[in-house]
């Protein structure tokens, strides 16, 4: 069992990063064996019955990088059980408008895997992603910055007519 919890911490660790680690380990979200972990270098190869097992979602790629970020929040929400964490990461802007902002002449292979050609990027801020997390379901537990980056965990509300069944 040690062994297992050694195991899944150093997994984390090496997907997530560090930092992405220290805000995990300070949220106390821990490694379990109902842990979904969705890469941005590794292709989505979870069907619908492990979502709906899940107890945790970790997003790796970051919200702000996200084309169609409303569809893929509502999506993943839709397939999580009552109660499941879902745990990610944006880059905040200071002027705290939503819209779209150039992110230069990067033409990196990266921007053609996630952007097909385009430049632009979300313009996320605090209070645009709390509004879209909770639009879809969620509770947001704690949204933390850590080195110009903002990590947050919401929980999937628990729907009053299941549980009055």
Same mark, same amino acid.
């Given at each position: 069992?040690?062994?297992?919890?050694?195991?899944?911490?150093?997994?984390?660790?090496?997907? =997530?990063?560090?930092? /992405? /680690?220290?805000?995990?380990?300070?949220?106390?979200?821990?490694?379990?064996?109902?842990?979904?972990?969705?890469?941005?270098?590794? $292709?989505?190869?979870?069907? =619908?019955?492990? /979502?709906?097992?899940?107890?945790?979602?970790?997003?790796?790629?970051?919200?702000?990088?996200?084309?169609?970020?409303?569809?893929?929040?509502?999506?993943?929400?839709?397939?999580?059980? %009552?109660?499941?964490?879902?745990?990610?990461?944006?880059? %905040?802007?200071?002027?705290?408008?939503?819209?779209?902002?150039? %992110?230069?002449?990067?033409?990196?292979?990266?921007?053609? !895997?996630?952007?097909?050609?385009?430049?632009? =990027?979300?313009?996320?801020?605090?209070?645009?992603?709390?509004?879209?997390?909770?639009?879809?379901?969620?509770? !947001?537990?704690?949204?933390?910055? !850590?080195?110009?980056?903002?990590?947050?965990? $919401?929980?999937?509300?628990?729907?009053?007519?299941?549980?009055?069944?």
């Amino acid at each position: 069992m040690r062994k297992m919890t050694i195991y899944g911490i150093f997994r984390i660790m090496v997907l =997530c990063g560090f930092r /992405f /680690f220290r805000y995990l380990w300070g949220a106390g979200i821990s490694s379990d064996n109902r842990m979904i972990i969705l890469s941005s270098h590794e $292709g989505a190869n979870w069907g =619908c019955g492990g /979502f709906r097992s899940a107890s945790t979602l970790i997003n790796l790629r970051r919200l702000d990088l996200i084309r169609h970020l409303e569809m893929f929040i509502s999506s993943l929400v839709s397939l999580l059980p %009552q109660g499941a964490t879902f745990v990610g990461r944006f880059a %905040q802007h200071s002027n705290g408008s939503a819209g779209k902002v150039n %992110q230069g002449s990067n033409s990196g292979l990266l921007k053609r !895997i996630s952007w097909n050609g385009s430049e632009a =990027c979300q313009y996320l801020n605090r209070d645009r992603v709390s509004e879209l997390l909770e639009d879809n379901g969620l509770v !947001i537990i704690n949204m933390t910055e !850590i080195s110009g980056m903002t990590y947050f965990h $919401g929980v999937k509300r628990i729907d009053r007519l299941a549980s009055d069944a």
